[in-house]
């Protein structure tokens, strides 16, 4: 007798259900989320089956409670949330839904329709480290950018001068400069001596002038708060600027570790070696990509999951294409991001960007047709091993001749 188990994730507890190849209802639990409750949860279903020969169907493919399964030897096969959903209505007429409801539901699909799922293959402790680092630091970006439109929100509402003298808020130079100077009353007596002294201290490197900056901090418009309120809002430009600093700082050490990573993996030593791929950029393809050949079966099976191509309608004389939302929205970033870099650098690339451009396509649109064509070269050289050659690029021989 075969049997298939269904787990529907929580927070503070899981349910599971376990039934056979009739469907039956084999045994059902509630397992609360912690060292025991993990520990009975595993030796709760090897007294049912072998781990190897009991499959799980969950929803959320990652975390600690899917760690701890497939070290005990358990398949797991991520089922997602809109497939559930759209199942639903074969089991209840109702729109009631309840975990141990959705546990049998993720049981019995995977019972009858599980030959339309794949397991998950876990990937390498490198791909898994990389990964760690590459999200964290795309959290931090986000966290950034956060910030410096805050504190440049800010300094536009009482003291516009302060984010207009340096090109970007969030640059060092500019962080030091509304540390020490966070109210115009702070920088009254700032004079081209001074400013010139500021400058070299943290070694500005840019192209403007002393009296270039301060003429661009003296023409912003002037604010018109209250005494009390600018003290107040000056307080809060420091606390902003010290944040920013953090991130900014700890970003730089992150990005350093993971160009330090990606160059030491040879998945990673492929995907640099496409047109201004770079190192960051390589690392977060790499870090979605993963290791594990058998996951994309196909050129188009990646293009839809990194998002790249359309979704296409189509039901009698009615046929729309439409944009693909359901993806992997980090892998779609990192591979759009790089598609465009790589038309300043391949001429091949720059061609069917612009050909794209000349149809009416947007900006972006354009650059998801260009990385749909790079899709088909980045997976073949993956699947083989090799590391891109401009001198066997077909498409690219044809343009040049």
């Known amino acids: 007798m075969t049997l298939y188990a269904g787990l529907d994730w929580g927070g503070a507890s899981h349910s599971i259900c376990v039934v056979n190849d009739s469907g039956q209802i084999v045994a059902r639990w509630d397992a609360p989320h912690d060292t025991a409750g993990l520990t009975t949860l595993i030796v709760s279903l090897r007294k049912l089956a072998p781990p190897g020969e009991l499959p799980i169907a969950i929803e959320r493919p990652t975390g600690l409670l899917v760690d701890t399964l497939v070290d005990a030897g358990h398949p797991i096969v991520p089922i997602h949330p809109n497939v559930v959903k759209a199942c639903r209505p074969r089991y209840r007429a109702a729109g009631g839904k309840s975990d141990p409801g959705d546990a049998y539901m993720l049981a019995d699909i995977l019972r009858t329709d599980g030959h339309r799922f794949r397991p998950l293959s876990p990937i390498s402790d490198d791909i898994r480290a990389l990964r760690v680092l590459v999200r964290g630091r795309d959290d931090l970006v986000t966290q950034r950018i956060v910030l410096a439109n805050q504190l440049r929100s800010l300094l536009d509402s009482f003291w516009p001068g302060a984010a207009a003298i340096f090109a970007a808020i969030d640059s060092p130079i500019a962080l030091a400069f509304v540390s020490r100077y966070p109210?115009?009353?702070?920088?009254?007596?700032?004079?081209?001596?001074?400013?010139?002294?500021?400058?070299?201290?943290?070694?500005?490197?840019?192209?403007?002038?002393?009296?270039?900056?301060?003429?661009?901090?003296?023409?912003?418009?002037?604010?018109?708060?209250?005494?009390?309120?600018?003290?107040?809002?000056?307080?809060?430009?420091?606390?902003?600027?010290?944040?920013?600093e953090q991130h900014v700082l700890q970003i730089a050490k992150l990005s350093a570790r993971i160009e330090h990573a990606v160059a030491q993996l040879p998945d990673g030593r492929i995907i640099m070696s496409f047109p201004r791929a770079g190192r960051i950029c390589a690392a977060q393809i790499l870090a979605e990509l993963g290791d594990v050949r058998r996951r994309y079966v196909s050129e188009d099976h990646l293009a839809a999951e990194a998002g790249v191509c359309p979704v296409t309608h189509a039901s009698g004389k009615s046929r729309g294409v439409v944009?693909?939302?359901a993806c992997n929205h980090r892998l779609r970033q990192a591979i759009i991001c790089f598609a465009d870099n790589s038309r300043h650098a391949s001429p091949w690339a720059a061609d069917i960007y612009h050909r794209a451009k000349a149809r009416g396509c947007t900006h972006q649109h354009a650059a998801r047709i260009l990385a749909r064509a790079w899709i088909r070269i980045l997976w073949r050289a993956?699947?083989?091993?090799?590391?891109?050659?401009?001198?066997?690029?077909?498409?690219?021989?044809?343009?040049?001749?």
Request: hydrophobic fraction near 40%; proline fraction near 5%; avoid cysteine.
């Open 382 to 401: 993956w699947q083989n091993h090799t590391e891109y050659d401009p001198d066997l690029h077909v498409g690219a021989l044809k343009l040049a001749a």
């Open 183 to 244: 109210t115009p009353d702070s920088a009254a007596r700032l004079g081209e001596k001074r400013l010139a002294s500021f400058l070299a201290q943290h070694s500005y490197s840019g192209r403007r002038s002393p009296a270039q900056l301060l003429e661009r901090l003296r023409d912003a418009p002037v604010g018109h708060a209250q005494e009390g309120e600018v003290d107040a809002t000056g307080e809060l430009v420091r606390a902003l600027a010290i944040l920013l």
């Open 323 to 325: 944009f693909r939302w």
